[in-house]
């Protein structure tokens, strides 16, 4: 028996003006979240904190210095090869940011989120997103 490698990833949930901010992956052994939407962040180390993990991913990848909130969300969802359990933060920007590992950006209004454009385990909390900022 092969049990699938489960992953613990903490994201940014970031809001300006009533959008989202998402970035978008590039390639990636894994056709089904290649070129996808996502919220920025990513993997947990050992005996690091979530909050830890999105302040650290995001100035490694973006160079963004942030502010992280509260816990908005947390979802497992099993993919083919893996299972990730992703913690989405509330987080603040307080610099401005670069893009060194994704190859687009976006700022999205909640009503323009598609779940078909989005990592798939990212696209399961847009639902609580359109709820809760009326798209």
């Avoid at 969802?77 to 940011?97: A, G, H, K, N, R």
Wanted: hydrophobic content about 40%.
């Amino acid at each position: 028996m092969n049990e699938k490698k489960h992953v613990k990833v903490a994201a940014a949930l970031l809001f300006d003006k009533g959008r989202i901010f998402a970035t978008r992956r590039g390639d990636s052994p894994y056709a089904y979240v290649a070129h996808k939407l996502e919220f920025p962040g990513g993997k947990i180390e050992p005996n690091e904190s979530g909050e830890d993990a999105v302040r650290r991913e995001l100035k490694e990848e973006l160079n963004l210095e942030v502010n992280v909130g509260g816990l908005y969300a947390s979802h497992t969802f099993e993919y083919p090869d893996f299972i990730v359990t992703l913690f989405l933060y509330e987080c603040e920007m307080l610099s401005s940011f670069v893009l060194k590992e994704h190859e687009s950006y976006a700022w999205l209004l909640p009503s323009e989120l598609d779940e078909t454009d989005w990592a798939p385990a990212d696209a399961d909390i847009l639902g609580s997103l359109k709820r809760v900022f009326g798209a």
